[in-house]
């Protein structure tokens, strides 16, 4: 299915949840919807699915407005985060309930839907059970399977792992692009992890306070944020931003008094002016990876670790940095430390806040 936004807002009493919007969803793909909390990730997954109405604008499948009917007569599923099932029926017969409701279906070709589905799911040997006996991640994979069964030209996933501990989001993050990946079901998946979009890929439609930032293939939007604000929110933790000033012919961009990058690579096309500077956390290190790499003498102020990785809070002059480190660190606060950043992979944001730099993909 072809799903198309066309002048969409949504207004409730005097608030604005969504700013007026046209997106056109990437037909038989994953199409991710990624905004932090109250962004507007899904009052906008809503108003597809037809469970509200636009203040404005037309909802357009496969070039019919479908703006006024209601949801029942659509040909769509939905997970919600929390995950709901019947509770008196089967795993079985919850996966099967949408497929009898329907109709037209005999029971020998509904237990072969049940069973595929079961199976990509990894819950073939739970059919029998009632949702009471089963894991979180087990009735979650139900009322996902219940949804799919359909086989619904739209699927729309609100935050689905949200309420999963972390193991078992990475294993159906992985089992969740295998299943749509070149499948002919539109899904569309809200998120507020930055990661969990790379990961799913497809494309990436950005939110902000109700507002549409950008949409591209998920890989374009983290590589090239078309704003600062976007890279903002496509950055966990969030990306380091500082002012800077490019000055005339000295072939420098200046973030502070001790602190200069070359302005040279994608940098080197920068006329003068002010500018702000973007560096994500993952690219300060703490040795150089090249020659250029230009020294940021800190002062620690915290450290954690999480997982694999060291996150460390530091402070130069009157700035706070925030580094993601391979691996666990022992940094005492108060202690100094000496962080490295490669002018390749400084992002240049102008004076209103579009983009104008971005490193190289691939940078030699």
Request: hydrophobic share 40%; net charge negative; aromatic share 4%.
């Amino acid at each position: 299915m072809q799903l198309h936004l066309e002048g969409v807002s949504k207004l409730v009493g005097a608030e604005t949840h969504i700013h007026p919007l046209d997106l056109t969803l990437q037909p038989g793909k994953i199409n991710v919807l990624l905004g932090q909390t109250r962004a507007g990730k899904t009052t906008l997954m809503r108003l597809m699915a037809g469970l509200d109405r636009p203040s404005q604008g037309r909802v357009l499948a496969d070039g019919v407005d479908v703006t006024g009917v209601s949801v029942r007569r659509r040909k769509l599923a939905m997970v919600y985060q929390q995950f709901v099932n019947y509770p008196s029926f089967t795993v079985f017969e919850n996966i099967a309930s949408p497929l009898r409701l329907a109709g037209g279906l005999s029971d020998a070709e509904i237990r072969a839907r049940v069973g595929a589905i079961a199976e990509k799911l990894h819950i073939a040997h739970l059919l029998d059970r009632l949702p009471g006996a089963l894991s979180g991640g087990q009735q979650q994979r139900t009322a996902m399977a219940r949804a799919m069964v359909k086989n619904a030209p739209l699927l729309l996933l609100d935050e689905p792992l949200v309420n999963l501990d972390y193991k078992l989001r990475e294993e159906l993050r992985a089992e969740l692009k295998e299943l749509f990946t070149g499948g002919q079901t539109t899904v569309v998946y809200a998120t507020t992890e930055p990661q969990e979009a790379l990961l799913l890929g497809g494309h990436t439609a950005v939110l902000d306070e109700g507002r549409l930032l950008q949409f591209a293939p998920t890989l374009e939007v983290f590589h090239h944020p078309a704003t600062r604000r976007v890279a903002q929110v496509f950055s966990d933790p969030p990306m380091n931003l500082f002012p800077a000033t490019v000055r005339g012919e000295a072939r420098e961009v200046h973030l502070a008094s001790d602190l200069a990058l070359p302005l040279a690579g994608h940098l080197a096309r920068l006329p003068a002016g002010g500018y702000t500077l973007g560096i994500r956390p993952s690219h300060l290190r703490l040795a150089p990876n090249t020659p250029d790499d230009v020294a940021l003498h800190c002062e620690v102020e915290l450290a954690e670790i999480s997982g694999s990785d060291s996150y460390l809070h530091a402070r130069h002059g009157g700035s706070d940095w925030v580094a993601q480190l391979p691996g666990v660190r022992e940094l005492v606060p108060g202690s100094t430390v000496q962080l490295y950043i490669d002018p390749r992979e400084v992002f240049a944001f102008d004076a209103d806040g579009r983009l104008a730099g971005s490193p190289e993909r691939n940078p030699a």
